[in-house]
């Protein structure tokens, strides 16, 4: 199809699965199931870290730390007792177990004890960058990459507690990594159009800063649509596929994750 053709195409597709009953089999449905802002970050982005994997499981995954939580994730993080962590000891999802869901228990009770919203940890230094252009990343991607590795850092910084097998679950732009996951929530959390979608909650962060998510269904419509040419599925695919969809919407580029994914996951494609 042209070029005119495919725009119009996703244009369509994004507006029919960007919308509430799409999300319903979604672990974006997770984080929908609370009002409080803190809860919403921190089941969604639970959610999106352990979303690999049949999309039911994932549900019942997630849904099984709310449920160790006693349904308040919020207060638990930030009150629970030495006692209340050993019910945590039996879960585990893929490669993901009590070791790693214990360190995050950890690092959120430390973390909400100083801060108010979880933004603040992606943005402690990439609100400061000098926008300076180099000739090679954008500078809203630059912001994006810089607000990653902070993440990163800080997640991992707990030097007394942290278990280095727990790194493997926190994707960072230094190691090349697509980070899906955290792109992810990272567009649940940022982008508002009121769809009844994402939730638009962190206003430091804008969606044409925003990198695609590249999951697999993602990948192979892009590579089917002659939207991504690079060969490996990375950090530096993930900014080709934004910079190509960027050309279609400036503003807001990543809304057409909705079109990629829905084309993927209900097998258009």
Same mark, same amino acid.
């Given at each position: 199809?042209?070029?005119?053709?495919?725009?119009?195409?996703?244009?369509?597709?994004?507006?029919?699965?960007?919308?509430?009953?799409?999300?319903?089999?979604?672990?974006?449905?997770?984080?929908?199931?609370?009002?409080?802002?803190?809860?919403?970050?921190?089941?969604?982005?639970? +959610? +999106?870290?352990? +979303?690999?994997?049949?999309?039911?499981?994932?549900?019942?995954?997630?849904?099984?730390?709310?449920?160790?939580?006693?349904?308040?994730?919020?207060?638990?993080?930030?009150?629970?007792?030495?006692?209340? $962590?050993?019910?945590?000891?039996?879960?585990?999802?893929?490669?993901?177990?009590?070791?790693? +869901?214990?360190?995050?228990?950890?690092?959120?009770?430390?973390?909400?004890?100083?801060?108010?919203?979880?933004?603040?940890?992606? $943005?402690?230094?990439?609100?400061?960058?000098?926008?300076?252009?180099?000739?090679?990343?954008?500078?809203?991607?630059?912001?994006?990459?810089?607000?990653?590795?902070?993440?990163?850092?800080?997640?991992?910084?707990?030097?007394?507690?942290?278990?280095?097998?727990?790194?493997?679950?926190?994707?960072?732009?230094?190691?090349?990594?697509?980070?899906?996951?955290? $792109?992810?929530? $990272?567009?649940?959390?940022?982008?508002?159009?009121?769809?009844?979608?994402?939730?638009?909650?962190?206003?430091?962060?804008?969606?044409?800063?925003?990198?695609?998510?590249?999951?697999?269904?993602?990948?192979?419509?892009?590579?089917?649509?002659?939207?991504?040419?690079?060969?490996?599925?990375?950090?530096?695919?993930?900014?080709?596929?934004?910079?190509?969809?960027?050309?279609?919407?400036?503003?807001?580029?990543?809304?057409?994750?909705?079109?990629?994914?829905?084309?993927?996951?209900?097998?258009?494609?």
């Amino acid at each position: 199809m042209t070029q005119p053709e495919l725009i119009d195409f996703l244009n369509l597709k994004a507006d029919q699965y960007n919308r509430p009953s799409f999300i319903e089999h979604d672990p974006i449905s997770i984080p929908h199931r609370f009002s409080r802002k803190q809860d919403i970050e921190l089941m969604g982005f639970w +959610a +999106a870290i352990l +979303a690999w994997g049949k999309r039911s499981v994932i549900l019942k995954k997630t849904t099984e730390l709310v449920e160790l939580m006693d349904g308040t994730p919020y207060d638990f993080v930030r009150n629970h007792q030495e006692s209340d $962590l050993s019910r945590f000891l039996a879960f585990k999802h893929r490669t993901f177990n009590a070791t790693d +869901a214990l360190y995050f228990l950890h690092f959120f009770r430390q973390y909400y004890r100083e801060n108010d919203s979880l933004e603040n940890a992606f $943005l402690s230094c990439a609100a400061r960058m000098p926008q300076i252009e180099d000739g090679s990343i954008p500078a809203t991607q630059r912001t994006i990459e810089s607000a990653l590795m902070t993440f990163h850092d800080r997640f991992c910084g707990l030097t007394d507690f942290f278990p280095e097998r727990t790194r493997k679950h926190i994707a960072t732009p230094a190691r090349n990594s697509s980070c899906k996951r955290l $792109l992810m929530f $990272l567009r649940w959390m940022v982008r508002n159009d009121e769809r009844g979608v994402d939730f638009g909650l962190w206003k430091q962060l804008r969606p044409d800063q925003l990198v695609i998510p590249i999951d697999v269904h993602v990948n192979r419509v892009a590579r089917q649509l002659g939207l991504l040419t690079r060969p490996q599925t990375d950090w530096k695919a993930a900014l080709e596929l934004t910079e190509t969809l960027r050309q279609f919407d400036p503003t807001d580029p990543v809304r057409y994750d909705f079109a990629l994914f829905g084309l993927g996951v209900e097998g258009e494609m």
